[in-house]
């Protein structure tokens, strides 16, 4: 079965200031998809950014980045230039490639963002 | 229209009680699914719908039962729930079924069972 483990209940950035959130996995397959969501105050999930296990280009939206090291199963999200509406909570997630697959999540980072 | 809308917000409601959450999306996704999220916890896959059709059932036991009338609904009906089924209901939609995905959710249904 599936792991994602994220070893950082909670994690606090100054504004505009760089923040790395970690997540690693445990899996057998070889083609498989990592996401980062978030959950603000809100409840309402939001994709922040996707990879594809095949590609080995690290993927980059905007502000957020990951450091993806297949090898290592390492997955983590750095946000740039911190900003207030970045506080919530950030959840690690691991799906296999192809049809019925189930999206599963790490036990999610605290993230707070501080003036 | 990037929206999944999930009504009521929030429910209370007696053990037997039956009572129906409802999920819609009007994004043209063909797949539906529904999460279980309690406090301070990731959510849970309780059922997943692919083309109006049962695809993924996480052994959730009968109190829930699914239903897909169309591929723009999707409702969850509850039936005699006990205490620890309190949580937050989230239901998603996404283009396809397929690994890679986006998942779009709603805001989720708030149950409290007395």
């Known amino acids: 079965a599936q792991t994602v483990t994220q070893s950082q209940p909670e994690m606090s950035v100054q504004e505009a200031e760089t923040v790395t959130l970690s997540c690693t996995y445990d899996?057998?397959?070889?083609?498989?998809?990592l996401f980062w969501y978030k959950q603000p105050p809100s409840r309402q999930m939001i994709l922040v950014i996707r990879?594809?296990?095949?590609?080995?280009q690290n993927a980059t939206e905007n502000r957020f980045s990951v450091n993806f090291q297949k090898a290592a199963k390492s997955f983590s999200l750095k946000i740039s230039d911190s900003q207030l509406g970045d506080a919530a909570m950030y959840f690690c997630?691991?799906?296999?490639?192809?049809?019925?697959?189930?999206?599963?999540f790490g036990t999610g980072t605290r993230l707070q963002v501080t003036l | 229209d990037t929206e999944v809308t999930q009504t009521p917000k929030h429910l209370v409601m007696g053990m037997t009680n039956k009572k129906s959450l409802k999920c819609e999306q009007h994004?043209?996704?063909?797949?539906m699914y529904w999460y279980k999220q309690k406090a301070k916890k990731p959510p849970e896959l309780m059922f997943v719908?692919?083309?109006?059709?049962?695809?993924i059932n996480e052994s959730v036991p009968s109190r829930f039962s699914p239903e897909c009338p169309n591929s723009s609904l999707l409702n969850l009906h509850l039936h005699a729930l006990q205490p620890e089924d309190s949580a937050l209901y989230l239901c998603?939609?996404?283009?396809?079924?397929?690994?890679?995905?986006?998942?779009?959710f709603g805001s989720g249904t708030q149950l409290s069972v007395l």
């Open positions: 998603a939609s996404s283009q396809g079924e397929a690994g890679w995905e986006k998942l779009f």
């Open positions: 899996t057998s397959e070889s083609d498989y998809y």
């Open positions: 990879q594809e296990a095949y590609k080995q």
């Open positions: 997630a691991y799906r296999r490639a192809g049809t019925a697959s189930k999206l599963t």
């Open positions: 994004m043209g996704h063909r797949a």
């Open positions: 719908y692919s083309y109006e059709k049962l695809s």
